[in-house]
């Protein structure tokens, strides 16, 4: 790898596992809060970032992942209204009609009154998953998952596979359904409504799963689904590192999110596990050697990105244990949610990727073509 290759201020493509991280820092902030201003500027940081680095002519499920947000905040809210959160409310907003249910129900109901206080707190849980939602959105508009692959262990390949599959779908589901209307247009059927969109179910879903059968068909041609001699040693070895680190990872992400003294476990687990796993990897890799085409730099411009992902989720989840107000906003009684500084400057920081990640070489192109047709024109 040459010297020029890790030129920041050279156009590339910048490695995902950056991105991902990057990404994954802003979703562990939004997880952490219920404030709609807190979440509305996540949504906004990874919006900007995506317009700002995504590669030109790319798939970009962002819109979608959006979309898909919209449709989680509503079905909350409406599920709130039918069946009641257990939330206590004084304000009420209207009062459906009501069903009895049996005890053996467990407070669930259907219709009744519906709370200013319930759909408030239905409304911010449900902004929170459509926040992380869209980060996973942006990370799929700025990495593709195909080149993320390459850097999954040998010992991973079919879990690899199955990812990328699963992560390449919503984008070419996405894809198709665009495709589809825009041929329907041409034929003359520009109709909306869910009889259209019971007409474009079908052709979009075996389109897209067909293209996503196709890249695990290549994938594995390529040799992904090879097999490798293993001896016992090492195959016992890779298990019993494997099982103590997955039990390590689950009890230490309980820890982290539950409410009592687990926090106080919940770090320790969790390093020991992501140890344990790591160790594992490493010695499967050793039996299992891979070669790489032409590797994606490490450079300064990944750690920047990596960290302004790491540091903005960190503020937040250093401002949730220190109990910082309207980190979760109070809904009974329903009070104004505010901004809170320290937080809010973790998620700006976000937005450091929007000017220090190299541009991706076809905008870099197009820009460069812009700023000559410009000064032609002058």
């Not at 820092?25 to 807190?38: E, F, K, V, Y």
């Not at 969790?270 to 730099?297: K, Q």
């Not at 411009?301 to 980190?327: C, H, K, M, N």
């Amino acid at each position: 790898m040459t010297r020029a290759h890790h030129d920041p201020r050279l156009p590339r493509l910048l490695h995902p596992a950056a991105w991902w991280a990057w990404a994954i820092g802003l979703a562990m902030a939004a997880s952490r809060t219920t404030n709609p201003l807190l979440l509305a500027l996540v949504v906004a940081v990874v919006g900007y970032v995506v317009a700002a680095r995504r590669e030109l002519g790319a798939a970009s499920p962002f819109g979608a992942f959006l979309r898909l947000g919209l449709f989680v905040i509503a079905m909350r809210v409406l599920l709130e209204a039918l069946l009641g959160g257990g939330v206590p409310g004084r304000t009420v907003l209207l009062t459906l009609p009501q069903i009895p249910l049996p005890a053996a129900a467990g407070g669930v109901r259907l219709g009744g009154p519906v709370t200013l206080e319930g759909v408030l707190a239905a409304g911010y849980d449900g902004a929170r998953l459509a926040a992380v939602l869209c980060c996973i959105g942006a990370a799929n508009a700025l990495a593709s998952p195909r080149r993320l692959l390459r850097y999954v262990p040998a010992t991973l390949y079919e879990v690899g596979t199955a990812l990328v599959v699963a992560l390449t779908y919503a984008p070419q589901l996405v894809d198709d359904a665009q495709r589809v209307r825009a041929a329907r247009r041409l034929r003359g059927h520009a109709g909306r409504g869910p009889r259209e969109l019971a007409r474009l179910a079908a052709p979009v879903l075996d389109s897209a799963l067909e293209r996503s059968l196709d890249l695990a068909a290549s994938m594995e041609s390529r040799g992904y689904g090879r097999s490798v001699h293993r001896d016992a040693r090492s195959r016992r070895q890779a298990t019993a590192l494997t099982l103590v680190g997955l039990c390590g990872v689950v009890a230490g992400v309980y820890g982290l999110l539950d409410g009592g003294s687990a926090p106080l476990l919940g770090l320790p687990l969790l390093l020991v596990g992501a140890v344990a796993a790591g160790a594992s990897l490493a010695v499967g890799a050793r039996r299992e050697p891979r070669s790489r085409y032409r590797p994606d730099p490490w450079a300064a411009p990944e750690w920047v990105v990596l960290a302004s992902g790491a540091l903005a989720g960190a503020l937040v989840l250093v401002a949730a244990q220190r109990g910082v107000t309207d980190i979760v906003v109070q809904t009974s009684p329903a009070v104004w949610p505010t901004l809170p500084w320290l937080p809010a400057l973790g998620l700006l920081v976000g937005l450091v990727p929007a000017w220090l990640a190299p541009l991706p070489p076809l905008r870099a192109i197009g820009r460069a073509g812009g700023h000559q047709g410009i000064a032609s024109a002058s």
